[in-house]
């Protein structure tokens, strides 16, 4: 039998380097701080934090009790939408301590709710900078007429949610409480999981009032509507 031949020691030098052994200590210290870090991402995805303000001055002494939806003529024009945004805000009226009226029975209070999206540019958006699509764009602004084609992406925009709550006395009209809180992300719309837990956010301290505005982090989650 023909004896192997000899491994060249360009491939196996003799005093290669061992591997340096890992202490037992700092693979544990790495693996719990890779479990904090999954864990922290995870609790950031299941909340939404909000800045709220609040108005106004509950009366000493009176219960939320029951109430009913007040919609202005512009809300009427657009039904299904303001139906949504109603059933957003029921379960954070049901927290505070609300109770939808009865039928053909007599709300202590009306409510009326509302939404608005705005766009929002960075402080360094300039009309310098291509900022998206397929076309030309010039590289360096400083740096002369240079011109090339490309394609990138837009990731400067964002959009920012206001949902607004207002409650008001149903026998005298006047004004009791009013919250709003607005949300920043970069999708110009919100699911109805977010819709809620902004309403969530700005009914959290009810009746009491705070530093305006303040941020408020409440639990992101689908949430079945209470009744009517």
Not at 46 to 72: C, D, H, I, K, M
Not at 192 to 202: D, G, V
Not at 205 to 227: H, I, M, W, Y
Request: aromatic residues 8%.
């Amino acid at each position: 039998m023909t004896p192997a031949a000899p491994i060249p020691e360009a491939i196996t030098a003799p005093h290669a380097d061992r591997a340096t052994p890992v202490p037992r200590r700092a693979l544990l210290a790495g693996a719990g701080g890779a479990a904090l870090l999954l864990l922290g991402g995870c609790a950031a995805m299941n909340t939404l934090t909000a800045e709220v303000s609040s108005f106004g001055e509950w009366p000493a002494g009176r219960s939320p009790g029951s109430y009913a939806f007040e919609r202005l003529p512009s809300q009427q024009a657009r039904a299904a939408e303001t139906e949504a945004l109603e059933a957003a805000a029921r379960g954070a009226l049901a927290r505070a301590g609300f109770t939808p009226v009865a039928a053909g029975g007599t709300p202590d209070v009306l409510v009326q709710v509302g939404t608005r999206v705005g766009r929002s540019e960075p402080p360094w958006a300039d009309p310098f900078w291509w900022r998206g699509g397929f076309g030309t764009w010039r590289h360096n602004p400083w740096g002369g007429p240079r011109w090339g084609y490309s394609a990138q992406f837009d990731l400067s925009a964002r959009f920012e949610r206001e949902v607004a709550l207002l409650i008001r006395d149903r026998a005298s009209g006047k004004p009791l409480f009013e919250a709003r809180a607005s949300h920043e992300s970069v999708s110009s719309t919100a699911s109805a999981p977010t819709l809620a837990a902004m309403f969530s956010a700005a009914l959290t301290d009810f009746p009491k009032l705070g530093l305006n505005p303040r941020r408020v982090t409440v639990p992101l989650q689908a949430e079945a509507s209470p009744p009517r």
